[in-house]
């Protein structure tokens, strides 16, 4: 019972954790490039571009960590990358024109739509049937509808508790297929 509950929680960390990144890495890069393209003229843009593309290596490991951990998905660690050599210039245009990272980036970017399912998911297999479990406690409180029936009583109320914990069933069940499909994303990053 203990091992189901860790798992339980596990999935939901991991749903939230999917939605954090997806937020961060969006921003981080959706802010690097832009100013870095903006201030290209300048002498700070290229250097700017090239620290945030040396970013996708570090990220893609940690993406390749984390669907480790609370998936058991194994990806394979990709080849240690080589740091470009020659001077500033020479080692902006390596990074620049580096397919790897522009791909790396969009993946990760586009991990922001698949961190917004993740929250609306974590919202509808975890917060929804807990509320749904508290009902008898919370209705002598709270003003409480469920399915466009008022709760008001005791029976009612336990009603609903019966549905939340059908519902937190099912929640494992579906949230083990949808981890894993949000795993997979992972392992298309290191295709």
Same mark, same amino acid.
């Given at each position: ?5 860790? +798992? ?8 939230? !954790?999917?939605?954090?990144?997806? @937020? ?5 890069? *959706?802010?690097? %490039?832009?100013?870095?393209?903006? !201030?290209?003229?300048?002498? *700070?843009?290229?250097? =700017? ?10 990220? +893609?490991?940690?993406?390749? !960590?984390q669907?480790? $951990? ?6 394979? @660690? /990709? ?8 001077? %500033? #210039?020479m080692?902006?245009?390596?990074e620049? =024109?580096?397919?790897?990272? #522009?791909?790396?980036?969009? #993946?990760?970017? %586009?991990?922001? $739509?698949?961190? $917004?399912?993740? /929250? /609306?998911?974590? @919202? @509808?297999?975890?917060?929804?049937? /807990? =509320?749904?479990? =508290?009902t008898?406690?919370l ?7 469920? !399915? ?24 494992? #069940? %579906?949230?083990?297929?949808? $981890? ?12």
């Amino acid at each position: 019972m203990n091992n189901i509950i860790i +798992r339980h929680m596990r999935n939901f960390h991991f749903l939230l !954790l999917t939605f954090g990144t997806g @937020v961060f890495y969006f921003c981080f890069y *959706a802010i690097g %490039l832009v100013t870095g393209f903006g !201030l290209s003229f300048t002498i *700070a843009g290229i250097p =700017l571009l090239t620290h945030v593309l040396r970013t996708t290596s570090t990220f +893609r490991e940690f993406e390749r !960590l984390q669907t480790k $951990i609370y998936t058991d998905i194994s990806i394979p @660690v /990709l080849d240690e990358r080589r740091q470009p050599t020659g001077s %500033l #210039w020479m080692q902006a245009k390596q990074e620049l =024109l580096n397919s790897n990272n #522009w791909n790396t980036v969009l #993946w990760l970017m %586009l991990k922001l $739509i698949i961190g $917004i399912g993740s /929250l /609306l998911c974590a @919202v @509808v297999l975890y917060v929804i049937p /807990l =509320l749904m479990l =508290l009902t008898p406690f919370l209705y002598p409180i709270v003003e409480m509808n469920f !399915l466009n029936m008022s709760v008001q009583s005791l029976e009612s109320s336990l009603v609903v508790c019966g549905l939340g914990m059908i519902g937190m069933i099912a929640s494992y #069940w %579906l949230s083990n297929r949808i $981890i894993m499909i949000v795993g997979s994303y992972s392992r298309l990053l290191f295709k």
